[in-house]
């Protein structure tokens, strides 16, 4: 009998078009676990704010990453990875994409695996660090769409993968064609979140940012928390590429908003690198693992202009993994 495979990312629009990243950001910032905010407050930010001052600007940005053939590169990536591993775990399993928000939806996906009466799933969610608004979403929503069924299979949720040695090598190898000992800094740019979802992951409520660096040594204590596992992440692959801890940074990008986020601001240290006289500088963003907006445009786009404009001369992304073969036989090995 076979096997369902689910494999979940983010979302994209449908197209680049204004109103389809319309619908877009108003499915993803009206998730409670992303903008964790009374619900009245939520809707009036986002429906009345954010989204309709948001989503002009951002169609321009996806139209500049949006490949005519391909469409979306985070959907383009995330398929091939699809197909990749289909391949490599053969007819057993029925290997089917989804994205958190819009399209192809879970509901969809999830709806393939009842027509064909697949009664065990295992949910890969695409994010190698833990966090509510990625991870803990996705594992809400399969639940709410399965707790409708009449029949509910077995389904079995993968955690987080953010210190597998797969992953790191994956990583490792991606920057290695660059040679990182030639350049004078390097970056680890994580996606932000509020500081306060950090502290609503604490259950203890007696570790979470309650002194300076908190999150750089990885304990059983924050071994949930998203800045934790990315410090590690981190860690973890400096280490591989014999980085000395001088000359690497952990930093957190695309916050939204004036309450505080995960400090220090890519933004930020990008700035101060440059002031510092650095010429050259590498970017790796470990939180993704397929290129999108925020590393196609955020990073080598928007801030490279800022590095050059500060006084650098080269800062140079390192891909995500995409189609990478080392990330395929890990999806492999947690599917099985």
Same mark, same amino acid.
């Given at each position: 009998m076979k096997k369902g495979i689910l494999l979940i990312n983010l979302g994209?629009?449908?197209?680049?078009?204004? /109103?389809?990243?319309?619908?877009?950001?108003?499915?993803?910032?009206?998730?409670?676990?992303?903008?964790?905010?009374?619900?009245?407050?939520?809707?009036?930010?986002?429906?009345?704010?954010?989204?309709?001052?948001?989503?002009?600007?951002?169609?321009?940005?996806?139209?500049?990453?949006?490949?005519t053939k391909t469409g979306s590169p985070l959907l383009h990536h995330s398929k091939l990875q699809q197909q990749l591993l289909k391949i490599a775990l053969g007819d057993d399993y029925l290997v089917e994409l989804a994205m958190r928000y819009q399209n192809?939806?879970?509901?969809?996906?999830l709806k393939k695996f009842q027509d064909n009466n697949i009664n065990n799933i295992k949910i890969i969610p695409l994010f190698p660090q833990y966090a509510s608004a990625t991870i803990g979403s996705v594992y809400q929503k399969v639940m709410d769409v399965v707790s409708g069924w009449q029949t509910?299979?077995?389904i079995d949720f993968a955690g987080s993968?953010?210190?597998?040695?797969?992953?790191?090598?994956?990583?490792? /190898?991606?920057?290695?064609?660059?040679?990182?000992?030639?350049?004078?800094h390097v970056l680890f740019s994580f996606h932000g979140l509020p500081?306060?979802?950090?502290?609503?992951?604490?259950?203890?409520?007696?570790?979470?940012?309650?002194?300076?660096?908190?999150?750089?040594?990885?304990? /059983?204590?924050?071994?949930?928390?998203?800045?934790?596992?990315?410090?590690?992440?981190?860690?973890?692959?400096?280490a591989e590429l014999n980085i000395p801890a001088d000359k690497y940074t952990v930093c957190f990008q695309s916050r939204l908003g004036k309450t505080p986020w995960i400090e220090p601001y890519t933004s930020d240290i990008i700035g101060k690198l440059a002031k510092a006289g650095k010429k050259h500088i590498m970017v790796f963003c470990p939180a993704f693992v397929a290129d999108c907006l925020e590393t196609i445009h955020e990073i080598g786009h928007e801030y490279r202009e800022a590095f050059i404009a500060g006084g650098g001369e080269q800062l140079q992304l390192v891909e995500?993994?995409?189609?990478?073969?080392?990330?395929?036989?890990?999806l492999?090995?947690?599917a099985v």
């Amino acid at each position: 009998m076979k096997k369902g495979i689910l494999l979940i990312n983010l979302g994209t629009p449908n197209s680049p078009s204004v /109103q389809d990243v319309r619908h877009y950001l108003d499915e993803f910032l009206m998730d409670e676990r992303v903008i964790d905010i009374n619900p009245i407050l939520r809707a009036l930010l986002v429906k009345c704010v954010i989204v309709p001052f948001r989503a002009p600007a951002s169609a321009k940005l996806y139209q500049q990453i949006w490949n005519t053939k391909t469409g979306s590169p985070l959907l383009h990536h995330s398929k091939l990875q699809q197909q990749l591993l289909k391949i490599a775990l053969g007819d057993d399993y029925l290997v089917e994409l989804a994205m958190r928000y819009q399209n192809p939806s879970i509901e969809m996906a999830l709806k393939k695996f009842q027509d064909n009466n697949i009664n065990n799933i295992k949910i890969i969610p695409l994010f190698p660090q833990y966090a509510s608004a990625t991870i803990g979403s996705v594992y809400q929503k399969v639940m709410d769409v399965v707790s409708g069924w009449q029949t509910i299979p077995q389904i079995d949720f993968a955690g987080s993968f953010h210190d597998h040695p797969l992953f790191i090598t994956a990583l490792a /190898q991606n920057g290695k064609k660059y040679q990182p000992e030639t350049y004078d800094h390097v970056l680890f740019s994580f996606h932000g979140l509020p500081q306060r979802q950090l502290k609503k992951c604490d259950n203890s409520g007696s570790h979470c940012l309650k002194k300076a660096r908190c999150c750089e040594i990885f304990t /059983q204590k924050n071994s949930m928390c998203y800045s934790a596992q990315s410090y590690h992440t981190a860690k973890l692959i400096a280490a591989e590429l014999n980085i000395p801890a001088d000359k690497y940074t952990v930093c957190f990008q695309s916050r939204l908003g004036k309450t505080p986020w995960i400090e220090p601001y890519t933004s930020d240290i990008i700035g101060k690198l440059a002031k510092a006289g650095k010429k050259h500088i590498m970017v790796f963003c470990p939180a993704f693992v397929a290129d999108c907006l925020e590393t196609i445009h955020e990073i080598g786009h928007e801030y490279r202009e800022a590095f050059i404009a500060g006084g650098g001369e080269q800062l140079q992304l390192v891909e995500s993994l995409n189609s990478s073969p080392l990330f395929i036989e890990l999806l492999k090995e947690m599917a099985v």
